[in-house]
């Protein structure tokens, strides 16, 4: 009778230990979810992406400011469709160390993208020259990005980057961080 409350103790003591480590299963999941965020991103897909978010970020955030901070707003243009198909096969995610903690999850990736600096003085000037302004400037803008970026012409940049995720409802989600 002393051995079996012993090894009953014993088994509930691993139960609670265990129930507060992660399970190891977790981290190709956390993995898989920043990197889909990340692809979603990288082709346009800023709903797709929006929808990844958790509910503090979406509760701060709406849809049509979210998609302004990580591209051109919400936009069916046509042009913005060819941007981002332009974009996205200059783009590379490299998924590094994961680390997950009950409900907090951190993924370290290297992202490869065109350089977010990077602008064309030449198509400044026609633009200027052209006298373009407000929406016209940004589809005359948006084209020369689109036509350099086929071109091949915008150099590439890696960076260092953390997604945050946490755990609701049994999925995992990405905590937005705003740029500094």
Not at 17 to 46: F, H, K, M, S
Not at 51 to 74: C, H, I
Not at 156 to 176: G, M, S
């Amino acid at each position: 009778m002393k051995r079996n409350l012993l090894l009953l103790a014993g088994a509930a003591l691993i139960a609670v230990v265990l129930a507060g480590c992660p399970q190891e299963d977790e981290a190709p999941i956390v993995r898989q979810r920043a990197e889909r965020y990340w692809n979603y991103l990288y082709r346009g897909r800023t709903r797709e992406a929006y929808n990844m978010l958790d509910k503090k970020s979406r509760g701060t955030l709406t849809y049509g400011e979210y998609a302004r901070k990580v591209g051109f707003g919400p936009s069916n243009l046509l042009e913005v469709q060819e941007y981002w198909k332009a974009y996205y096969p200059n783009t590379r995610i490299e998924a590094g160390n994961v680390s997950v903690q009950r409900k907090q999850a951190i993924v370290s990736l290297i992202l490869t993208l065109p350089d977010p600096s990077w602008f064309q003085d030449e198509a400044y000037a026609e633009a200027k020259r052209l006298g373009l302004e407000g929406h016209e400037y940004a589809l005359f803008m948006i084209r020369a990005q689109t036509e350099a970026l086929n071109r091949g012409e915008i150099p590439l940049v890696r960076i260092q980057e953390n997604t945050p995720l946490v755990k609701e409802d049994a999925e995992w989600h990405i905590v937005f961080r705003e740029e500094d």
